[in-house]
């Protein structure tokens, strides 16, 4: 049995991607929820398997909810589904540790087969995305004494590369040929280059939160 | 000759100012060289031709002629009252006796020369008389400084013995404060008129003319920096200067006014009331030009002008030169100190003008103990009256090196004053620069503000409604229409809001989109881009329209062509993005060619090439696929707001 979170806050479209989820996962159990407030609650009480996220809820972001499943429930697969496509709104989700996204409006047909790649470990990876995340590495490369404590990340050059052809518009399929890698092994690059930036991600916030700390005694 | 050496060098002066110590020192020392000798280059030849008389029968009585029937004793001349007759006011006859021997063959005109009489005098020639001075009786006219030149007329000498008598009206010393003033005949002199007549112009010009001229200077120049220190509060020491310098000219209006409307009395009381003030203003001028204000100078001085006169009047005309006397003492120690304080200021400042002025100082202290000295031993000589012209001298160079100081300050205050000015427009131009970019950064902010607020809007509003019809509708056709209306509203808030896209992301996001989309549909794609990087970027308007036009030629080539490949190529050539998307299909059908707009949104791509200043070209033949040729010029669409 799988447990599937389910956040989104327009009734209709909850109906029919709760009908969408059940196709791919007929035997899976799903809590609704219309409100960050909810999921929540509902994450404190459940463990889940599978998260499906949008971002703009009436109480606030559903970030803050990718953030608590990966906080508390680290196994769980956080996916954001949302009206936005552009990496202003979904680099943040993917920092707080969700493991894809798919556009809502797209045709049933293509939700689907988007949503068995993420659940078979591929996750989509936008051009726009794959800029944003070099960019964000690259500032990373800056020497910070202060968080020699912390885990330090960083990409490898393979991640790197997948991430520059990402960047120049190739498919995932089409890097693989290119790098005469299977299609499996491009997968795991773009899910390493996921978590590695949701731990980086963490370890900058922790920084952060760090820093405050001390200056806020 | 010393006069003649000297006039060369002194030929720089008009044009240079002195400038530093030694300069002024040099300037100082010519002048005062140069008064002597011109006295004694002309006063030499006089002596030879004249016969001077150093004795006379004097007797003291008040008669209109020479008492014959007194006993007159004979008196050294010069005749010193205050020494022969202390006490006694005159009048005086003096009486003596010349031939003129072949005075009428030779044709000369005689001439009698009186050095000094004081105060007036009448001349009488075998007894007619011959010349007078002026008024004999109160109030008398003032001769003390005027030397006389009578001319002896040829028709009242005889062949024989002369008799020159000479009625002279004084004052005893007690009744005048300076001894310049007190009643004496000097010795005489008889000899041609033009050997005598040099002499008296000369000794006219010494005491009369040329004070004159210095004290006129003074009294203008004087006024002048009176003004000028009083409308400038900073600068009150020009004040006392112009006060120092009119005072000075006041002592020395007596040269002009001979014939005073009151008496003796009257006359050596006002003069005693300069006095003070003439102190005040030296003193208070060195004070504040030291830059030193003494409160208890500002009381006491003003005080003295008061108590001075008084004691004149309380001490009565008997003792008048005693008390002015120790008063003169008493207001030349003032002064002196006064001199004293500026000199040990200005060393302790380090001023450059520390050694001229404390040459000018001793020079004018040197001329104030002469005369203090000649006053107490009653002596004149050629330096006591050269002294008595050194002292108004000096004021004036004084006065000239003020105004020069003065001059220069308002010079440097004016360019300081423009400086400041210059100062004052750049600050005020980069305060009106950085209020013009911080106005034009706080529309930017309210601007982007607004735009992300509308984006939200539109998301969260039509967004929703429109995503609510893709996925509710029943009509296929509806969800389509819906869909494509919301990649529409997606595209225009980021036309909207956007920021610009760098051409070589602008190429992979079209790539991953285009690829994609034709994988899915199973048509096989050939992309081919420049593969260096680009640094052109575009707007986001242009990126947003031309994004709109690749995905309505790939939407035809899904749904219309029935091709099996489709390649696109995109290329920078002079400037221009070329974007050609060609196709193995079916061409457009030949019944379709006149309206090509009908589903094929071909008007509305190239409407969208035109608004980028670009053009959309389709090429098209049945069997032979499609080519659709989108020329944007690079810099216009980067352009485009």
């Known amino acids: ?64 909810v990718v953030a608590a499943l990966r906080e508390h429930q680290p196994e769980t697969q956080s996916v954001v589904v949302t009206i936005h496509d552009d990496d202003e709104h979904l680099f943040p989700a993917l ?10 409006e797209q045709p049933r047909e293509l939700i689907i087969e988007q949503l068995q790649r993420i659940s078979q470990g591929e996750p989509p990876l936008s051009p726009s995305i794959a800029r944003r995340v ?7 490369t800056k020497p910070q004494p202060a968080s020699s404590a912390l885990p330090h990340v960083s990409l490898t050059d393979r991640e790197t590369e997948v991430l520059l052809r990402v960047a120049k518009g190739y498919t995932l399929p089409e890097i693989g040929q290119q790098l005469t890698l299977s299609r499996h092994t491009i997968a795991d690059y773009v899910k390493q280059i996921y978590r590695k930036l949701n731990v980086s991600s963490r370890a900058e916030a922790a920084l952060e939160a760090q820093r405050m700390g001390l200056f806020g005694r | 000759m010393q006069c003649r050496c000297l006039s060369p060098l002194a030929g720089p002066r008009g044009r240079g100012r002195p400038r530093g110590g030694r300069r002024a020192a040099l300037w100082l020392g010519l002048w005062l060289a140069w008064w002597p000798g011109l006295w004694l280059a002309a006063a030499a030849p006089a002596q030879a031709r004249s016969v001077t008389i150093q004795s006379a029968q004097a007797v003291a009585t008040d008669s209109a002629r020479f008492p014959a029937d007194l006993a007159a004793p004979t008196v050294e001349l010069p005749d010193d009252w205050s020494v022969s007759r202390p006490g006694q006011a005159g009048p005086v006859w003096y009486r003596l006796n010349f031939t003129a021997p072949g005075l009428h063959d030779r044709g000369e005109l005689l001439a009698l020369y009186i050095e000094r009489v004081c105060t007036n005098l009448e001349v009488h020639l075998n007894g007619q008389l011959l010349h007078s001075g002026g008024r004999m009786s109160e109030p008398v006219t003032q001769n003390c400084n005027h030397p006389q030149l009578v001319g002896l007329p040829a028709g009242l000498i005889g062949p024989g013995l002369n008799t020159l008598d000479l009625k002279v009206v004084g004052r005893p010393l007690s009744q005048v404060a300076s001894r310049h003033r007190a009643g004496g005949l000097s010795a005489l002199q008889i000899g041609p008129q033009s050997t005598l007549e040099p002499v008296h112009a000369q000794q006219v010009a010494l005491k009369v003319s040329v004070p004159q001229a210095i004290s006129a200077t003074l009294l203008l120049m004087g006024g002048f920096m009176f003004v000028l220190g009083w409308i400038n509060r900073r600068e009150r020491h020009l004040a006392y200067f112009g006060a120092l310098s009119m005072v000075w000219a006041l002592v020395e209006a007596r040269l002009w006014l001979r014939d005073l409307p009151f008496g003796n009395a009257t006359a050596e009381l006002l003069l005693g009331a300069l006095l003070p003030l003439l102190t005040l203003a030296s003193v208070q001028f060195l004070l504040r030009y030291a830059h030193h204000r003494s409160r208890w100078a500002d009381i006491a001085l003003p005080l003295q002008c ?46 450059r003008s520390f050694w001229p002025m404390a040459l000018l100082m001793a020079v004018a202290a040197a001329a104030l103990a002469l005369e203090f000295v000649s006053q107490r031993f009653g002596f004149s000589s050629l330096l006591t009256q050269v002294a008595q012209i050194v002292t108004p001298l000096l004021m004036v160079l004084m006065g000239l090196r003020l105004l020069q100081q003065h ?29 013009t970019q911080l106005a034009e950064l706080r529309v930017e902010k309210v601007t982007e503000r607004e735009r992300k607020r509308i984006a939200a809007d539109l998301h969260d509003d039509l967004g929703a409604k429109l995503l609510t019809i893709v996925h509710t509708s029943e009509s296929e056709r509806i969800s389509t229409l819906a869909r494509e209306a919301l990649e529409e509203m997606r595209l225009s808030v980021r036309g909207l809001t956007g920021k610009p896209v760098r051409l070589i992301d602008a190429l992979g996001d079209w790539r991953a989109e285009v690829v994609a989309r034709l994988g899915q549909a199973g048509i096989e794609a050939d992309w081919s881009s420049p593969p260096e ?62 309206r090509l707009d009908r589903g094929h949104g071909m008007a509305s791509m190239k409407q969208r090439a035109k608004q980028l200043q670009g053009q959309c070209l389709v090429e098209s033949g049945p069997g032979y696929g499609t080519v659709i040729r989108l020329t944007l010029p690079l810099n216009r669409a980067t352009e485009a707001a």
């Not at chain 1, 920092?95 to 809502?104: D, T």
């Not at chain 2, 308002?410 to 300081?416: F, P, T």
């Not at chain 2, 219309?560 to 299909?585: E, F, K, M, W």
């Open chain 2, 533 to 594: 990087e680009l640094p052109q970027t575009l707007s986001a308007r242009a990126f947003v329209q031309t994004t709109r036009i690749l995905r309505e030629a790939v939407s035809n080539v899904i749904k219309h062509s029935g091709a099996t490949h489709c390649s696109l190529s995109c290329a920078l050539a002079d400037g221009d993005v070329q974007i050609v998307v060609r196709d193995n299909g079916n061409g457009i059908p030949m019944e379709l060619d006149g």
């Open chain 1, 1 to 64: 049995m799988t447990n599937i979170l389910l956040l989104e806050d327009l009734p209709q479209i909850r109906t029919w991607l709760s009908s969408l989820v059940l196709q791919v996962f007929p035997d899976a159990q799903i809590a609704e929820a219309a409100r960050v407030h909810d999921a929540l609650g509902l994450v404190s009480a459940i463990k889940f398997d599978l998260a499906l996220v949008d971002l703009g809820l009436p109480d606030g972001s559903g970030v803050d």
């Open chain 2, 306 to 351: 008061l108590l001075m006169p008084a004691t004149l009047l309380l001490a009565g005309p008997g003792r008048l030169h005693a008390v002015a006397g120790a008063w003169h003492l008493l207001l030349a120690l003032q002064v002196l100190a006064a001199a004293a304080f500026y000199l040990r200021t200005l060393r302790r400042l380090r001023g």
């Open chain 1, 95 to 104: 920092q707080a540790g969700a493991f894809g996204y798919i556009l809502k």
């Open chain 1, 134 to 140: 070099m960019a964000y590495f690259a500032s990373k």
């Open chain 2, 407 to 435: 001059g220069r300050a308002l010079q440097a205050a004016e360019e300081s004053k423009a400086d400041l000015e210059q100062r004052i427009r750049d600050a005020t131009a980069e305060i009106e620069r950085n209020f």
